[in-house]
């Protein structure tokens, strides 16, 4: 998969939004975006995905620049339980063991 | 709890010696996947199976490292000959196939299994 690029680490102060950026330039035009999440000392878990319009599930929004060469995953209201790594995935289409490749991803720090 | 299960969560070995680790993933998954990761970086892929096919693998997985799936459902991942260098977390995630490749792809992660090689 190609890469993505993220800041490495954030902050936000409790029950503000968040918005971590995402680019993604070398998206083509069947590659989604998935957003996926690390809690310390647990697994990535999925947080959200898209393909060209903007996404809200339970856990966040997804932004999908007109262009596709970058996106963000919105937090409405962070909580301290949202300090995490978040990790922005572009999958490629052609992948057909749907692998999902990591980059570096970004540290969310919360503070109360 | 019907998700993903890893077992040892930690192990201590020496350097030389053979460790493995075991993933059970949820019981209607018929996809498996292995990945490493290292402190500070995201998550690598290793290899991943296809019932008990092994379909892919990649270059990070050297001749030391094998991983079964002899009946299509748990799966181990055994190092031989350990090295320092093999320290990391070792994280195991499964998802259903059948679903349209274009959509969700969404993988469920264990919580790993970390190593520790003196």
């Not at chain 1, 800041?7 to 936000?12: G, L």
């Not at chain 1, 102060?13 to 690390?38: A, K």
């Not at chain 1, 898209?50 to 929004?61: C, E, K, Y």
């Not at chain 2, 990070?60 to 190092?79: V, Y």
Request: glycine share 8%.
């Amino acid at each position: 998969d190609a890469k993505t690029t993220q800041p490495n680490s954030m902050e936000s102060n409790e029950e503000e939004p968040v918005h971590l950026p995402c680019n993604h330039s070398t998206i083509s035009g069947t590659d989604y975006i998935h957003w996926y999440r690390q809690l310390p000392s647990q697994g990535p878990e999925y947080v959200i995905h898209g393909l060209t319009s903007n996404v809200n599930n339970r856990m966040a929004s997804l932004a999908i620049a007109e262009d596709r060469k970058s996106s963000t995953l919105i937090l409405h209201r962070a909580t301290l339980r949202d300090a995490a790594v978040y990790y922005c995935i572009q999958r490629d289409n052609n992948n057909a063991g749907n692998m999902l490749t990591f980059g570096g991803g970004t540290r969310l720090m919360v503070k109360p | 709890d019907t998700g993903v299960s890893q077992n040892p969560r930690h192990k201590i070995t020496k350097r030389g010696q053979n460790v493995t680790f075991r993933c059970d993933p949820i019981s209607e998954h018929n996809r498996l996947y292995w990945y490493r990761q290292t402190l500070g970086q995201g998550p690598e892929f290793l290899t991943y199976f296809q019932n008990e096919a092994q379909l892919e693998k990649s270059r990070l997985l050297s001749d030391r490292f094998s991983a079964e799936r002899p009946k299509g459902s748990f799966s181990t991942l055994e190092i031989q000959r350990t090295e320092q260098g093999d320290s990391a977390m070792y994280l195991c995630a499964s998802r259903p196939e059948g679903l349209n490749r274009r959509g969700t792809g969404e993988l469920f992660f264990g919580e790993g299994s970390r190593l520790t090689v003196l």
